[in-house]
């Protein structure tokens, strides 16, 4: 049991994953879901609250008209080239977000606890171990990938180039220390059969206390 408070009260395995940018955590999560886990998807919920008019006015404040888009959206790739260079900004940016998207996660898992036909919480979050989450965590899945792996998709799902993996990745733990602070691992080398399979064996030995 990895769970050091008790900020989220669920009755169902909480499961984080971490891994690598690019590793395909997204893709475990969807298989995890098949087997019946609720997933709490932290891209799309800090994608949701950086597009909150309060949050839309704060960083036009902070960084000016640039950092909001045509469609009157987040511009995400302006803010990432603020933040990736700048510490600070990025510290600012997460004080401003992470207490909202604390605010949604707990909102979901409180609805997921009473939920019979939800079998576990699946944590998908880039930051798991950054910021303490992996903490409020029953377990932990390590989602393994190559880099050059990681690499390609990031290039063609985000238009990254080497540079701007390496930077990102510079500023959260080394995988090192990940990999060696979780439970499980699985490996994504994308053959979704035979991560599926490792998928299903994983769930299996969460379920049971494995």
Known sequence: MRKGGTLYRAS?????????????????????AELGA????????????????????????????????????????????????????????EG???????????????GWSSDPGIRAIVWDAPLLFEVGLAD????????????ATRLARVSA????????????????KPLDLKRANADYTVENNSDVTALRQQVVEVFSRILSGA
């Open 136 to 147: 409020r965590c029953d377990c932990v899945v390590f989602v393994e990938a190559p880099v």
């Open 12 to 32: 169902k395995p909480i499961i984080g994953l971490a891994g690598g940018i690019g590793a395909g955590k997204s893709t475990v999560a969807s298989l995890f």
């Open 38 to 93: 609720a997933v709490i998807d932290s891209d799309r919920l800090n994608h949701e609250e950086l597009n909150a008019p309060e949050v839309l006015g704060t960083l036009r404040q902070w960084w000016g008209d640039g950092v909001i888009g045509p469609d009157g959206k987040a511009d995400r790739a302006a803010i990432r080239g603020i933040v990736g260079q700048d510490a600070g900004a990025l510290r600012r940016l």
């Open 157 to 172: 799902g985000r238009g990254w180039s080497v540079e701007d993996l390496e930077r990102l990745e510079k500023q959260q």
């Open 96 to 110: 401003l977000v992470h207490p909202r998207i604390a605010q949604r996660t707990s909102e979901l898992i409180d």
